[in-house]
């Protein structure tokens, strides 16, 4: 669940928000991280989050995809 997770990553100390994308039957939740202050801060979020919930995310800047 979206929620949970992004409660876990709150309760890890990172910034934790939800955002709903689709419609009717095809609509999800993707949950996001941060802000940081710089790309390197995020990646290494990534890897840590990645790591606690055997994740493969994404490390975004606005709306494009800028890493793994």
């Excluded at 390197?40 to 493969?56: H, M, P, Y």
């Excluded at 994404?58 to 494009?64: H, P, Y």
Aim: net charge positive.
């Amino acid at each position: 669940n979206a929620r949970r997770l992004r409660d876990k990553v709150v309760e890890m100390g990172y910034g934790g928000h939800l955002q709903q994308v689709g419609d009717g039957e095809s609509r999800l939740t993707r949950v996001f991280s941060g802000p940081f202050v710089d790309k390197s801060d995020a990646q290494k979020a990534k890897a840590r989050l990645d790591e606690a919930f055997g994740l493969n995310s994404l490390v975004t800047s606005g709306d494009r995809v800028s890493g793994q």
